[in-house]
């Protein structure tokens, strides 16, 4: 009588990260409407006149930068008075690197202006490397569905073991973290350049396989 052997397999591989998506802040506010919109569109030009830089050189794949909003609010004092109105103007810049030392280097020039703040760097892979990773751990994961099945086999006193059905139980290819990790060299007690310490990303897969043993 044939027995039916179902095993559950997970494999993961650990990859140094290809690419990191920014994104940064710029805004600024005042008393004075125009004012406060100039020095964003200001801060929003010289960002994005060094980006372009940066793509033609290779070292950013693309960026983008959103429309400025500008909106007006009259906040509340500590005693519930109403206080002078103020003026709020934001931008949103995102971009593709693809070398982490001009990243460092990119992020440590725009956090020195006060109207720009980093709001994340993002790890990725390369869909390529997330593909030939994926191939690699389902070839990985059916060698060792297939070793245990012949475990049971030969524990339950069989001899045959043939696969009779594969099937993907969960896979994760990429495991992307919105985490920033930078570190900042320290010399002689003054910050040096900022230098990003890529992520490594855990790429993982889950099948499920049938055998017959006779």
């Known amino acids: 009588m044939a027995l039916t052997i179902r095993v559950h397999e997970t494999a993961t591989k650990h990859c140094p990260a290809e690419r990191a998506d920014l994104q940064l802040r710029i805004e600024a506010e005042g008393a004075d409407k125009h004012a406060v919109a100039e020095r964003v569109r200001a801060v929003l030009r010289l960002i994005t006149d060094q980006l372009a830089d940066l793509e033609r050189n290779g070292a950013v794949g693309r960026w983008s930068n959103e429309q400025m909003t500008t909106w007006s609010e009259r906040p509340y004092g500590h005693d519930g008075e109403r206080l002078t109105l103020t003026h709020r103007t934001s931008a949103d810049v995102q971009a ?6 001009q990243l460092g280097h990119a ?31 389902r070839a990985q994961a059916v060698r060792s569905a297939d070793e245990h099945a012949h475990q049971y086999a030969r524990a339950a006193g069989k001899q045959a ?7 993907d139980s969960e896979s994760s290819a990429g495991g992307y973290e919105p985490r920033m990790e930078a570190m900042a060299a320290v010399v002689g007690g003054h910050s040096a350049e900022l230098r990003f310490a890529p992520r490594r990303i855990a790429v993982s897969i889950a099948i499920d396989v049938e055998f017959q043993a006779h």
Do not use: Y
Request: net charge negative.
């Open 161 to 167: 073991v043939e696969a009779v059905s594969i099937a």
């Open 107 to 137: 992020v440590e020039q725009w956090c020195e202006i006060d109207e720009v703040r980093l709001e994340h760097v993002q790890w990725e892979l390369t869909t390529a490397t997330r593909n030939e990773a994926s191939k690699a751990l």
């Open 96 to 101: 593709r690197f693809a070398d982490f030392g």
